[in-house]
Nanobody
Framework: QVQLVESGGGLAQAGGSLRLSCAAV????????MHWYRQDPGRQRELVAS???????TYADPVKGRFTISRDNVKNTAALQIDSLRPEDTAVYYC??????????????WGQGTQVTVSS
C-alpha cells in the first residue's frame, strides 16, 4: 500500500515563512510528477506547484517568486517552501503524486492535507 504523508503547516504571520513536507511511503518503485495543491473553503482546489523527477519546477502565477518546490528522489519526498506569506495563502495544502508501485502499476495519490493559516 502506498500513502502520501504530509507535515508542516500551521499558523504564521503575513510576511513570514512556512515549510511543508510530503513523504511517499509504502511499496514504491518510483515517484513521477509531484504536485502541491491548495483549497480554501468554498473554492476549487488549485494547483500551486509541480516538480518533475528531473527537478523541473513550475508554479501558478499567484505564487511565483514566493513558493519553492523541491524533492528528494532517494527519500521519495517533496517540500514546499512558502516565503513572504500573505493572508490569501490561507488554505488546506495537499500533496499529490503519480507513483509506480512494486506491482508495476501507476496510480495517482493524495495526501491528507495540512492547514496553513496566515494572519495579517
Amino acid at each position: 500500500q502506498v500513502q502520501l504523508v504530509e507535515s508542516g503547516g500551521g499558523l504564521a504571520q503575513a510576511g513570514g515563512s512556512l515549510r511543508l513536507s510530503c513523504a511517499a511511503v509504502g511499496r514504491i518503485r518510483s515517484v513521477s510528477l509531484m504536485h502541491w495543491y491548495r483549497q480554501d473553503p468554498g473554492r476549487q482546489r488549485e494547483l500551486v506547484a509541480s516538480i518533475s523527477p528531473a527537478g523541473r519546477a513550475t508554479y501558478a502565477d499567484p505564487v511565483k517568486g514566493r513558493f519553492t518546490i523541491s524533492r528528494d528522489n532517494v527519500k521519495n519526498t517533496a517540500a514546499l517552501q512558502i516565503d513572504s506569506l500573505r493572508p490569501e495563502d490561507t488554505a488546506v495544502y495537499y500533496c499529490n503524486a503519480d507513483i509506480w508501485d512494486l506491482s508495476g502499476g501507476l496510480r495517482n495519490y493524495w495526501g491528507q492535507g495540512t492547514q496553513v493559516t496566515v494572519s495579517s
